[in-house]
């Protein structure tokens, strides 16, 4: 991961711009593959590991079946509440690249609820709000914008044994904030 530092906002600009001109031009020459929108994070505290609100409240490794059983059990109580249902399999099955329940889970995580999800914007200047909304000022005076190109017009590769990004995309039924926040997953 790169680091960039920038002393105000006028250069966060003119980096955000370079950065759309450039991913334009290699989206060009790389045709007919694709070079993927970039998606940006914006964290109060430059410190702050990007990590999940899972990872953040739970002192411990939650197994994504084990998740699925949780969202399972709080899933009667969400819908006597909001009236709203979600189709979620009975059973856990793995081998599915999108998990089980999205959907719901997506609903979950724009109300507080505990999440393997990390959320990221299509938008630069909403992960900046982000970023600047609750700023009290982390020792160092820095907040952290990340920005995420998960194709850059080649194969992608990873490891199990490291952690990796994979994208889950925006088309799902969801709570409003997640079009206006132009969320990604």
Not at 10 to 16: D, G, K, L, S, V
Not at 94 to 106: A, D, L, N
Not at 138 to 148: L, M
């Amino acid at each position: 991961m790169e680091a960039v530092e920038l002393k105000c906002w006028e250069e966060f600009r003119e980096n955000i711009s370079s950065l759309f001109i450039e991913l334009d031009k290699l989206s060009a020459l790389r045709k007919p593959l694709k070079v993927s929108t970039p998606l940006f994070r914006g964290q109060a505290n430059a410190s702050w590991e990007l990590e999940t609100t899972l990872d953040r409240l739970s002192r411990r490794d939650f197994g994504v079946e084990e998740y699925f059983d949780t969202i399972q059990a709080v899933r009667p109580a969400v819908i006597s509440i909001t009236g709203k249902d979600w189709d979620i399999p009975d059973e856990f099955d793995g081998k599915q690249r999108v998990p089980q329940g999205y959907e719901f889970m997506v609903y979950l995580r724009h109300h507080g609820f505990p999440s393997p999800l990390l959320d990221w914007t299509r938008s630069p200047f909403v992960a900046a709000y982000f970023a600047f909304r609750s700023y009290d000022g982390p020792k160092d005076g820095k907040v952290a914008i990340y920005s995420f190109v998960e194709y850059l017009g080649g194969a992608k590769s990873w490891s199990e044994s490291e952690p990796s990004i994979h994208g889950l995309g925006p088309y799902l039924v969801s709570h409003r904030r997640h079009y206006a926040q132009q969320c990604e997953y």
